[in-house]
């Protein structure tokens, strides 16, 4: 009995981080499909290409969040377009 008492806030701490971190792994999908949407919408295949490159997801995740929240950074429309 008491041993099963002290598992249960290891096991809610261990379900709290998974929860979070398929969160976030979703949250960075969404990210990362914006991205492609908008490389389709400002009509650059190379950001388009970039997006698709597993490793840039690192980077092309947190800005398009930060552009579905905010708005394309001017860095990318520079590059991109």
Same mark, same amino acid.
């Given at each position: @009995?008491?041993?099963?008492?002290?598992?249960?806030?290891?096991?809610?701490?261990? #379900? !709290? +981080?998974?929860?979070?971190?398929?969160?976030?792994?979703?949250? @960075?999908?969404?990210?990362? @499909?914006?991205?492609?949407?908008?490389?389709? +919408?400002?009509? #650059?295949? #190379? @950001?388009?290409?970039?997006?698709?490159?597993?490793? #840039?997801?690192?980077?092309?995740?947190?800005?398009?969040?930060?552009?579905?929240?905010?708005?394309?950074? +001017?860095?990318?429309?520079?590059?991109? !377009?």
């Amino acid at each position: @009995m008491e041993d099963t008492v002290v598992r249960i806030p290891d096991r809610f701490v261990r #379900s !709290t +981080k998974a929860d979070l971190l398929f969160g976030a792994l979703k949250l @960075m999908l969404l990210a990362n @499909m914006h991205w492609l949407w908008l490389s389709l +919408k400002l009509g #650059s295949l #190379s @950001m388009f290409v970039v997006g698709l490159i597993p490793v #840039s997801w690192i980077v092309t995740g947190p800005v398009g969040l930060w552009a579905f929240v905010f708005d394309v950074p +001017k860095w990318v429309l520079n590059t991109f !377009t």
